[in-house]
């Protein structure tokens, strides 16, 4: 995984060994807080002390044994497990180097052959909670047909038929109405006369799509697509809106709007 700052909203994203403190810190107090392993009974600041001490020092030990075995190991889960298992040894001295400076624990053998069978597991949830942290939200893909700027002799022919003023517009839609055409574009709304099968020839190159027996769409132009109960309707840039058939909801539905 990258552990590079990223810049959000225009800030510089935390380093990743503040995160890892951050996170070792916060379990370091939930456990200070619980007091397991008969730690409760003693005095609240050398418990809190013991605890951020195992938990933030033999974290950091498991962090490093982290980046060394990241290039071999590429599973998070493999690698924790093989982490876990390698840090907890030198965990269990550390612990017991606490143990006996805070609580005057005698440091030997038997001892920290004991305390081996209670660090380890311990460890083992601390760096799996790091991976969980660190573990990247899936991502979810939307999948769209790409639609290119359409070749200027596309639209070319049936551009010629407007007016000056919308013959450069952005193309929206063309709706039919008997034997003329409403064409819809970024500037306004034209009326010509054109037969709609002859406007569907004149625009067959272009990026767009028929999507009623009454309506041809830019591709471009389309924001959203909607259908319920048999009923389709597509939105389209400047607020307006269009039927869409059976008939044709599937060339709506390969171009990836359903």
Sequence with gaps: MDRR?????????????????????????LMGFLGPFDSDSAPVGVRYVYWMICVV?????????????RRYLL?????????????????????????????????????????L???????????AVRAL???????VVETRTVIAPPLPEAEATFRRRLSAKRREARL????????????????????????????LDELVLAHGWRVHRSWWVAAGAVEAVQWRRGVGEIRLAGGLTAPVSRTYRPTLKEAGWF
């Design 117 to 127: 069978w209670q660090v380890g597991p311990l460890m083992l949830a601390v760096m």
């Design 172 to 199: 929206i839609a063309i709706e039919a109405h008997d034997h003329y055409l409403k064409v819809h574009t970024d500037v306004g709304v034209e009326l010509i006369t054109l037969r709609f099968t002859d406007a």
């Design 5 to 29: 700052p990223t810049k959000r909203g225009g800030r510089a994203a935390p380093p990743s060994w503040a995160i890892d403190v951050a996170i070792l810190v916060g379990i370091g107090l």
């Design 133 to 139: 942290v660190w573990r990247r939200a899936p991502v």
């Design 57 to 69: 020092g033999g974290g950091l030990i498991g962090v490093a044994a982290d980046q060394l075995l």
């Design 75 to 115: 599973r998070t889960w493999w690698r924790t497990a093989a982490v876990s298992v390698l840090m907890t040894p030198p965990v269990t001295l550390l612990v017991l180097v606490t143990q006996n400076l805070l609580v005057d624990q005698p440091v030997n053998w038997p001892a920290y052959g004991w305390l």
